[in-house]
DNA sequence: CATTAAGGGTACCGTACGGTACGGTACAGG
DNA sequence: CCTGTACCGTACCGTACGGTACCCTTAATG
C-alpha cells in the first residue's frame, strides 16, 4: 500500500526539517499513548498544530509518514546502547550485565512497544515494510554493537564460541526469554519483569556457562 | 471496548453450534490471509454464507466474535503437544527435543502468528481481552504442560533446578530465541527457522548443560 | 395446510477516516 | 508595494465499515 514515493521520502530521513522532527515527535506521543487507532491524520495534525495538507506534502500519504517516524525514532537509537569496556575479563563480564539491563529497559520501552505493536500490526500485510524497517533500524543496530563485542571478547579469550551470531541470538533468548512478546500482549510490566537487575545476572552467568572460557 | 454481554458469550465456548464452529472456522481463514483489516464483518459473514445479523445474534459484536474466534482456536491446542516419555534419561532428552519442534512450528503456524499479530494489535487497549485470552489459552497450556514435566524430571533426577516455572522460562528462551517476534514482524519463515531439528537439538543440549544431572 | 422459529440475503444508516481543495496569513525578495 | 512561497485551519468528498432492520426461504410442528 506504500507508493514508491512514500518508500522514497521515508527513506531521506536525514532531510527533516525542524518542524517536521517535531511533527513525528508528537505522532510518536499520540502513538504511545492511543495505539494504532489513535494515529489518525487529522489528530496527528492538530496534535502538532500543521495543516493535514503538510502531512501529505512532506511524507506522502499515512504508511510514508509511518515509516518517517519508525526511521526517525530508529536514528535515535545508535547512540545509546553505551560503550564496552574490555579492559579485564571481570570487567567484561560486567560490561555484558549492563548490556543486558539497558536491552531489557529498551524492549520495555513505551516507544519500542508502541512501534512494534504497530510494525506487527500490519505484517500480514506482505507489502508492508514497516517489519523489515524495524527489524533493521533497532534490533539490526543493536545485534551488530553485540556481535561486535563478542568477537573481542573472543580474541582476548574471554570466550569460546564458532559464530559470534548465533551465541548472540542464545544470548538474547537467555535474556528476554519470552518477556518481549508478553509485553507486547500487554501483559503489566511489573508483572513480567519482578526483578530486572537479578534476571540479567542470571542471564549473564548462564551465558557463561554456556560460553565461557575457565580460567 | 466489549461489552459485559459479549466477553460472557466468548467464556461459553463450550456452547458452540456446528454452524458457529464453522463460521470462526472461516473467519480464521480469513484473517490468516489477509491479516486484521480482512476481517470485516461482511467478509466473515459471505465468506462463511450467513447473514451479518446471526453474526451479532451469536456473538454480541465484532470483539466478541474475535474473542469466540481466540478460544475456539486454543481449545484445539491442549491436545497438540503430544505425550511425554520419561521411561529413561535418554528418552526423556529426545522428548525434550520433539517438544522444541512442536513448539517451534506452533509458534511459527500461520494461525498462531495470525491470531498474534490482531492480539498485540489492539494490546495498546487496556481494555482489551485479547491479550489475556491467548496467553491464557495459548502459552498457558504449554507452560503447565512444561512445568508438569520438568518437575517430574526432576523426581527422577534427570534434572536440577529450583524452581521449575523460570527453568522452563529458560527452556523457552533457549528454543525459541528471538525467532518468534521476528516471525510476527514479518521475516520470512525460511529465513528464520533454517535448520529447525538442530536448532532444537542445539537448545536441548545448552538447556543440559544449564540444568542437567551429571552422570 | 397453517403457524412459527431460525437463519440467509440485502438494503440501509451513521460515522470515522484518508485524502484533497481552498481561503487566509506571515514572510522573504525584488 | 507587489509577488511568490510556505504553511495553517477548515471545510469537503468518497469510501468503507460496524451495526440494524426488513424480507424471504426453509423446515419443523400441530
Not at 88 to 107: G, I, Q, T, W
Not at 141 to 157: D, Q, R, Y
Not at 171 to 196: C, P, Q, S, T, W
Request: hydrophobic residues 45%; negative net charge; contains cysteine.
Amino acid at each position: 500500500m506504500l507508493t514508491p514515493n512514500a518508500t522514497e521520502i521515508a527513506k531521506n530521513i536525514p532531510e527533516l526539517t525542524e518542524r517536521q522532527s517535531e511533527v513525528l515527535e508528537s505522532a510518536l506521543a499520540l502513538l504511545v499513548d492511543g495505539g494504532e487507532k489513535a494515529l489518525t491524520t487529522a489528530k496527528i495534525a492538530s496534535a502538532s498544530n500543521c495543516s493535514k495538507e503538510s502531512l501529505y506534502k512532506w511524507f506522502g500519504d499515512r504508511d510514508g509518514l509511518i515509516s518517517a517516524m519508525m526511521a526517525f525514532q530508529g536514528s535515535k537509537v545508535g547512540a545509546a546502547v553505551g560503550q564496552e569496556d574490555l579492559g579485564s575479563a571481570k570487567a567484561f563480564k560486567d560490561y555484558l550485565v549492563r548490556f543486558a539491563c539497558e536491552l531489557l529497559s529498551v524492549l520495555a520501552g513505551d516507544t519500542s512497544l508502541a512501534l512494534n505493536r504497530l510494525a506487527i500490526g500490519q505484517a500480514s500485510n506482505e507489502a508492508s515494510p514497516l517489519g523489515p524497517l524495524l527489524i533493521e533500524n533497532g534490533r539490526g543496530v543493536i545485534e551488530a554493537k553485540a556481535v561486535g563485542f563478542l568477537n573481542s571478547a573472543a580474541e582476548k579469550n574471554y570466550l569460546s564460541f564458532d559464530d559470534a551470531r548465533q551465541t548472540y541470538h542464545v544470548l538474547y533468548g537467555l535474556i528476554v526469554r519470552d518477556a518481549h512478546v508478553r509485553l507486547l500482549l500487554g501483559e503489566r510490566r511489573e508483572l513480567v519483569m519482578k526483578n530486572f537487575e537479578r534476571d540479567a545476572q542470571t542471564a549473564i552467568a548462564q551465558f557463561y556457562k554456556l560460553y565461557g572460557v575457565e580460567e
